[in-house]
């Protein structure tokens, strides 16, 4: 479960994840509250693991050695491209949307 | 209720983020929020069963996965149908025509081959794992398989006492007394209790024996046999149901067979390919 601080959401789990350890590797709670904070979407524990568990099967993230019960995870390149692409998408999305806005209400 | 929750993942899943997904909880705070996202988390996990690690382990738990789901369905769908045929035919509900019959009475030899298929695959993993293990001293394997053995001896016991009084007190049947049907009720409680524990034990020391998928391929060969067989079941109960008149027990009985079937067939479709794999 996501909990959303407003509707016009942007975020799914998978994505926010990838967003959050492209700063760097994270565990569990690191990546909830980093998500929290950049994005203001609070990911429930069954959420943020189910999705973590499917990134790390199609290869996109992997756990690094660590505490079993706080193990931290990072992007792969696999993780790194596919993030790159999806956000390049998305800026494409937000410059035509802003230069609209600008167009249509200057 | 967290740790009900977490235990409601799959063993797959528990091994390999149980303790990570524990140690959040702890970190976040439960409340019904967290409660609702484990449970739905729970259910998507066990809906689209995720496998990680090296090629070899995934392909490894793909396979032992759908050997336990299989089991699972198999034993519900087998649960199904006395229960369908009793509410359908005994006494004949009066939609019962003699294709209702047909269908409910033809449920039975598919279930005889279906059965005997899962024997099949019980026996070969009996020889190629258990026995094995249990020559090297891993004792731990009989733990789960214990209870549904002994409760296996205790029913046809208490069957063949229930059997015998009607033998010998044809006359006192008809009127029961208190006592009699409070033994009927916990034989039926036995039985159902022999249904959960039958159904998951197998599972449970599948798991901790950890086979090789050379010891499970063809295990799992027979149990696509058990797939069609449960589909075949599910197929022919849901036509008796729907030709015989919708009653609550025998559609809650077919339904309970659908979902089994379809529970075995999304897990074979999966572990198919796996189990080709070289």
């Keep these: 479960m996501v909990r959303r601080a407003d509707q016009l959401t942007w975020g799914n789990p998978p994505l926010l994840i990838l967003g959050s350890l492209a700063g760097g590797p994270k565990h569990g709670y690191a990546i909830v509250q980093d998500v929290a904070e950049q994005a203001g979407i609070t990911m429930g524990p069954g959420t943020l693991y189910g999705a973590l568990s499917r990134l790390e099967e199609r290869g996109l993230v992997e756990a690094l050695p ?41 | 209720m967290i740790r ?59 396979v032992q996965a759908g050997l336990a789901a299989t089991w699972v369905a198999w034993c519900l769908g087998v649960l199904a149908v006395p229960v369908v045929d009793r509410a359908l035919l005994d006494p004949p509900v009066p939609g019962a025509n003699g294709a209702v019959r047909t269908l409910v009475t033809g449920v039975w030899p598919v279930l005889v081959l279906g059965g005997a298929c899962a024997a099949g695959s019980a026996l ?37 006492g229930v059997w015998q009084l009607r033998r010998a007190y044809p006359s006192v049947w008809p009127h029961p007394s208190a006592a009699f049907v409070a033994l009927v009720l916990a034989w039926l409680v036995g039985f159902a209790a022999l249904g959960a524990f039958g159904a998951a034990g197998p599972p449970v020391a599948l798991r901790r024996a950890r086979p ?11 149990a696509a046999g058990v797939t069609l067989a449960l589909a075949a079941l599910a197929v022919l109960e849901a036509t008796a149901v729907v030709l015989g008149g919708r009653g609550p027990v025998a559609s809650t009985g077919a339904a309970v067979a659908v979902l089994a079937a379809v529970g075995a067939l999304l897990s074979t479709v999966r572990t198919i390919p796996a189990v080709r794999r070289p």
């Design chain 1, 66 to 106: 660590g505490d079993e019960r706080r193990r931290p995870y990072r992007l792969t390149a696999e993780g790194a491209a596919a993030l790159s692409e999806r956000l390049a998408d998305m800026s494409r999305f937000a410059r035509t949307g802003l230069a609209r806005l600008s167009a249509a209400h200057p």
């Design chain 2, 4 to 62: 009900l929750l977490l235990a409601c993942y799959p063993p797959s899943f528990r091994d390999r983020y149980g303790a990570e997904l524990a140690a959040l909880v702890e970190d976040t705070g439960a409340g019904p929020r967290v409660w609702w996202d484990l449970a739905t988390g729970a259910a998507g996990a066990w809906l689209r069963p995720v496998f990680v690690g090296a090629p070899a382990e995934r392909t490894r738990r793909r």
């Design chain 2, 124 to 160: 070969v993993l009996a020889w190629r794992v258990l026995l094995p293990a249990l020559r090297s001293g891993r004792r731990d394997l009989l733990r789960p398989l214990l209870p549904a053995a002994v409760l296996l001896v205790v029913e046809a016991l208490g069957a063949a």
């Design chain 2, 212 to 222: 090789p998928v050379a010891a499970m391929r063809l295990p799992a060969v027979l």
